[in-house]
Nanobody, 117 residues
Framework: QVQLVESGGGLVQAGGSLRLSCATSGLLFRFYNMTWYRQPPGEQRELVAAITPVSDRNYADSVKGRFTISRDNAENTAYLQMNRLKPEDTAVYYC???????????WGQGTQVIVSS
């Protein structure tokens, strides 16, 4: 059974930092693309950052230079380091894994991030 469990969300003041974690189990983590998405209140889910099995990274323009995605294949965990947070970063953040043949998609339950001004 595949599980993705996010943690690290919370309430932070603007300019602060948070580190989100996505602990996975039940999949061959090192072969999976890992992506962080977020869904602001009343809006659609959007891609935040992605990392491939060989650690190629991609970021939304809105977070470039502030957020860093990483992975630890030994710990089967993906991370999202969020610095210089802004109120518009407020959202539920979701971890997503895609991989395997045929490709399968897995989602975590989400973790809430609230940035106060």
């Amino acid at each position: 059974q595949v599980q993705l469990v996010e943690s690290g969300g919370g309430l932070v003041q603007a300019g602060g930092s948070l580190r989100l974690s996505c602990a996975t189990s039940g999949l061959l983590f090192r072969f999976y693309n890992m992506t962080w998405y977020r869904q602001p209140p009343g809006e659609q889910r959007e891609l935040v950052a992605a990392i491939t099995p060989v650690s190629d990274r991609n970021y939304a323009d809105s977070v470039k230079g502030r957020f860093t995605i990483s992975r630890d294949n030994a710990e089967n965990t993906a991370y999202l380091q969020m610095n210089r947070l802004k109120p518009e970063d407020t959202a539920v953040y979701y971890c997503h894994a895609r991989g395997g043949l045929p490709p399968s998609d897995y989602w975590g339950q989400g973790t809430q991030v609230i940035v106060s001004s």
